[in-house]
Nanobody, 127 residues
Framework: QVRVAESGGGLVQPGGSLRLSCAAFGFTLEQYAIAWFRQTPGKEREAVSCIGTSEPQEYYADFAKGRFTSSSDNHENRVYLQMNNLEPEDTAVYYC????????????????????WGQGTQVTVAS
């Protein structure tokens, strides 16, 4: 069964860093890309980042470029989202999702292509 599970959220001060982890089960990172999304109550879900092994291999939302970095550990079958210089506006529940071989759906907003979603991990940026 294909599934993913996030971890690593928490409370961090503005300007701080967090590293989220997404563990993959039932598939390998060569088979499917892993995408990151976030959502705040009352707001629409936002795409954050994506990493995969087939083109297009990565995606970053404009707000994530230069601050967030996705990486993968094929041995651990896990993807990480390193978030630096965090701002209060980054406060959200972060989800990882999978089920598509590439990050292509990120460019077109076709997020339903990612059929398996984790439960989410809360990130709070506050002083």
């Amino acid at each position: 069964q294909v599934r993913v599970a996030e971890s690593g959220g928490g409370l961090v001060q503005p300007g701080g860093s967090l590293r989220l982890s997404c563990a993959a089960f039932g598939f390998t990172l060569e088979q499917y890309a892993i995408a990151w999304f976030r959502q705040t109550p009352g707001k629409e879900r936002e795409a954050v980042s994506c990493i995969g092994t087939s083109e297009p291999q990565e995606y970053y939302a404009d707000f994530a470029k230069g601050r967030f970095t996705s990486s993968s550990d094929n041995h651990e079958n896990r993807v990480y989202l390193q978030m630096n210089n965090l701002e209060p506006e980054d406060t959200a529940v972060y989800y990882c999702a999978t089920g598509w071989p590439t990050c292509g759906p990120m460019d077109y907003g076709r997020w339903s292509a990612f059929s398996s979603w984790g439960q989410g991990t809360q990130v709070t940026v506050a002083s």
